[in-house]
């Protein structure tokens, strides 16, 4: 199938509108960058999950915590919890694929910790599984998911709903992961 200069000219337009929109969010991933600095600076960590591209959005968002994002810094504790497939794909054959995320949540999560869920629905019945879990552990519950309101956003402590076509929501997800790694840094800069 062919894509029209019309169609492309739509997506343009809903990312342009989209990002408009997005502008009141700064101060809440601004936020979260320096709580989550200071939260991976005392010891603790975070875990982050999502499906299919969601998942890649937070494996992303994991690497830059490990690794860098843009200059060199200590390493922090970031674990995406969809990338350990032995231990996925155990829990999806023993107990369902509705806990693959809630499992993992309850052996790695600890008070204090955070668990960031991408969603493009806020629908995903292992995310909400998890946010459950980890709610009950007593970490925080963070979560970037499409149009309020979903389910997602009523089982997290925040959440920075995108009001988009999942396409764009995904393409919002990347900035705010992308502008949360920015506070990050600055919050942890010597």
Known sequence: ????????STHCEDLMRALRR??????????WGAELAARLGGGGRLLAAGNGG??????????ELVGRYRDDRA??????????????TAIA?????QEVFARQTCAHGRPGDVLMLLS????SANLIAAADEARRIGMDVWSLSGPAPNPLAAASDEV?????????VQEMHLVAVHML???FDAAVAP
Request: aromatic share 4%; with cysteine; charged share 10%.
């Open 181 to 183: 790694c920015e506070a």
């Open 1 to 8: 199938m062919k894509t029209s200069p019309t169609h492309v």
């Open 160 to 168: 920075l709903c995108v009001d988009a076509p999942a396409a764009t």
């Open 93 to 97: 054959n023993d107990y369902g694929v």
């Open 120 to 123: 493009t629905s806020g629908a």
């Open 75 to 88: 390493a922090y504790s970031a674990i995406a919890l969809h990338a350990d497939t032995s231990a996925t």
């Open 22 to 31: 997005f502008g009141p969010s700064t101060d809440l991933v601004n936020r």
């Open 54 to 63: 969601s998942a890649a959005q937070a494996q992303h968002l994991t690497a």
